[in-house]
């Protein structure tokens, strides 16, 4: 087991540099240039020029790279170019929206999807599958930005029960009551990710169903609700616990339509629109913090097979 | 049911927590301002928050004619090219200091250096030849001056000597946002918001208030302007009482917000103008004029409004630089404009020897009027035989590319109401587009080589008429963009300014 995490790491760092090289040279491939968004329509050659100077962006990339690199292995991520303040407060302003909408909604998903999608499992075949698959379809097919806006004229225009858009941190003015600004878009960024989990944990429950392990329980005459929970449902979860991992990663760094439509300050538009700023510190820090979000939460999920199945072995 | 209570229990909370205090203005913006520095950037968003913290020598009327404002007055010498001003007494800066000359001199010599409109005065010097009195020396009479150093946008705005001297070329920084304006800086936070404070030492002008002229009164404790990027939750957050006033909604919400009684529509004063500029420098159009007015033929401006505007209130088909009724305005060379005539364009093309080659129009995606200008255009000139090869790319691609002359025939821009020809950037030698002909400068020289108005505004409809006839840019139309406000917030204006402002405004 040790062996294995010092291992897994050991990758992890690698692909991190990888990660961090493929991200620098992509930015800086890309036409455009800072500058002149900063600068603005009335811009002359020389006011462009000085600038680009004083901003080191006249270096050669390789040498860009490597002082980026070397700041950033001691904390360091660098300057804003468009906000003038460090990418990591940057970071960090968006990273508590980000973290607390992927949560909310990550309840809303397991408070829906695995139950019903064990409902939809059990009645196979019935009235009550077909209506819930059907249900997942649509909440699966329809664009959240579509469900964003409705949920919005009708909670907030309409009925006012909930803010239209934005988020004030928990850590100011209205306290954990800010968090009911997130309401709404979780709901909308949970709509097609509880129905992606409500049909896996259903294939998953029938594949699981078919197994020679659950038709022996069920002809020692086990209950058959002990059946479900204890042979069926215990195995069927690996598949799902997997998956929780990747959404939660998806839920943080793609809720950009979400994060737009509810004018929320989290990390999928911060990145989004510093790509169209070409504001390379920012874009090159999100994106190097979310790819290590994502060799954590691949660590743990492979970790916590082994607590689910203790059959995994770890090597 | 837990479910059901727990959403129950979450929407009382929201009931309960404290109202949004009624001294705070919420403004939801279309994105975020870059650096607030008014005389280092353009951006129109930078410069409707700024001017509230930042304030100019003069400022324009309700008629946009230039008024003293942190000056009281001033003399000329004969031959236009030294002024000398007298500096308001008592004006105190945010952070406590006194207004004085050596504070306006320090000012202006760093914007004529390194601001983004420095070039246009021709400002030889500015000097402190008194406590309260400022020299300017031109390097030639400019009639424009006055509205040059009114104009807040890119403009040179006041800030005390030792922090302008400080920044030099630099924008800036936050932390130094020192002005004289009714409001200082509050704070910006990324993502979230920018916020103003009510400056509570604030020395207005005592003159009445006419405009940006004259006395400002700050009614709000504190302005914030919040980043809505999405049209549709700008107009439901205006609605659900959100915000109370919400910039740029689309041509094709307007039918729904017109008569909607939880909103108050506030159509610009200020008409943006598309713009396709052509390559005066290199590629087929470079000296072309006859393939430029076969195209000019060929372009049907109604059509391209309707697709990229659609809501006939809020576009107008009109080839004048300045609307009706602005002291700018003239007719002249206008008969060139929305002809939409593949037949003439085609006789013109092959006069013009017109083989066929490939016209590079650079077009962005990131405003959606340009890309469906330019789609509509393309067909047009594909009617009339002209083969227009759209490149598309996104607005930070395009802003570089532009600047290489071998890189398009043709790009698509806008461009914003400015209270004097001498900002149009097509005017500009060096925007790209590189239009300098020497019939060009000499109209230049007579419209800048005298404050006289009336001689001011004939070179200028002859200016008007040359762009007509030689093409260094096509004018698309004017676009009349709106803005939306709650019922309860009364506006100092009717309708919205360039830049709206906020003192004189309450709820």
Known sequence: MGRYVIRRTGAAIMTLIAASIVIFAFIHLIPGDPVYVMLGDGATPEQVAALRDRMGLDEPVVVQYLIWAGNALQGDLGQSIFFDTPVTQVIREGAETSILLALITMVWIVAFGVPVGILAAIRQGTVIDQGLSGLAMLLASVPTFWVGLYLILIFAAGLGWFPSSGYPSIFEEGGLANLRYLILPSLALAAPNAALILRLTRASMLDVAREDYVRTARAKGIAPSRVVLRHILRNALLAVVSAFGFTFAALISEAVVTETVFALPGVGRTVVQSILRRDYPVIQGVILIIVCMYLVINLAVDLSYRLLDPRVELE | ?507
Do not use: C
């Open chain 2, 1 to 507: 049911m837990k479910l059901g209570k727990l959403l129950g229990g979450i929407a009382l909370a929201a009931l309960m927590a404290a109202p949004v205090s009624a001294q705070t203005l919420r403004y939801a913006t279309i994105g975020e301002p870059p650096s607030l520095d008014s005389q280092m950037g353009t951006a129109t968003l930078a410069s409707t928050i700024s001017q509230h913290m930042f304030e100019t020598l003069y400022a324009f009327d309700a008629a946009f004619a230039p008024q003293p404002y942190l000056v009281t007055g001033e003399t000329i010498s004969d031959d236009g090219k030294t002024i000398v001003m007298t500096v308001r007494e008592g004006v105190k800066f945010h952070n406590g200091d006194t207004l004085d000359a050596a504070d306006v001199a320090a000012s202006l010599s760093r914007w004529a250096e390194h601001g983004a409109r420095g070039k246009l005065l021709e400002l030889t010097s500015a000097e402190a030849t008194g406590d309260m009195e400022v020299t300017l020396t031109l390097a030639e009479r400019n009639g424009a001056w006055k509205s040059i150093l009114a104009y807040v946008n890119g403009g040179p705005v006041i800030y005390p000597a030792e922090i302008v001297s400080a920044a030099a070329g630099e924008p800036i920084a936050a932390e130094n946002y020192v002005g004289t304006g009714p409001y200082e800086f509050g704070e910006v936070r990324p993502n979230r918001y920018v916020e103003l404070t009510r400056f509570e030492g604030y020395t207005p002008n005592p003159a009445e208030s006419d405009g940006e002229a004259g006395t400002r009164v700050a009614n709000f404790e504190t302005l914030r302007f919040i980043p809505v990027p999405d049209v549709g939750t700008r107009v439901s957050g205006v609605q659900a009482g959100d915000y109370d006033y919400a910039e740029y909604i689309s041509g094709d919400l307007y039918g729904l917000v017109k008569d909607d009684p939880a909103i108050q529509v506030k159509i610009s004063t200020a008409p943006i103008f598309g713009l396709m500029f052509m390559n005066s420098d290199s590629g087929p159009l470079a000296t072309n004029t006859k393939l430029r007015q076969a195209i000019m033929a060929a372009l049907n401006m109604e059509q391209a409004l309707q697709v990229s505007v659609g809501e006939p209130e809020l576009f107008e088909a009109d080839g004048a630089f300045f609307p009706e009724g602005n002291v700018w305005h003239t007719e002249a060379g206008t008969d060139a404009y929305n002809q939409g005539d593949p037949e003439k364009a085609r006789v013109l093309a092959e006069e013009a020897g017109y083989d066929g080659t490939p016209i590079k129009l650079l077009v962005s995606t990131n405003y959606k009027a340009h890309f469906d200008d330019a789609s509509v255009f393309t067909r047009q000139l594909a009617d009339a035989g002209i083969n227009v090869q759209m490149v598309v790319v996104d607005w930070a691609t395009l802003l570089q590319l532009r600047g290489q002359p071998s890189e398009w025939d043709m790009f698509m821009t806008h461009h914003g109401s400015i209270p004097d020809p001498v900002l149009l950037t097509v005017l500009n030698d060096s925007y790209p587009g590189w239009w300098q002909t020497d019939e060009k400068h000499a109209l230049m020289d007579r419209f800048t080589g005298t404050s006289d108005l009336a001689e001011r505004q004939a070179a200028w409809e002859e200016l008007q008429a040359l762009i007509y006839e030689q093409l260094p840019v096509v004018k698309v139309g004017n676009i009349l963009s709106y803005d939306i406000a709650s019922p309860d917030l009364t506006t100092p204006w009717e309708r919205a300014p360039a830049f709206p402002h906020f003192w004189g405004a309450s709820k």
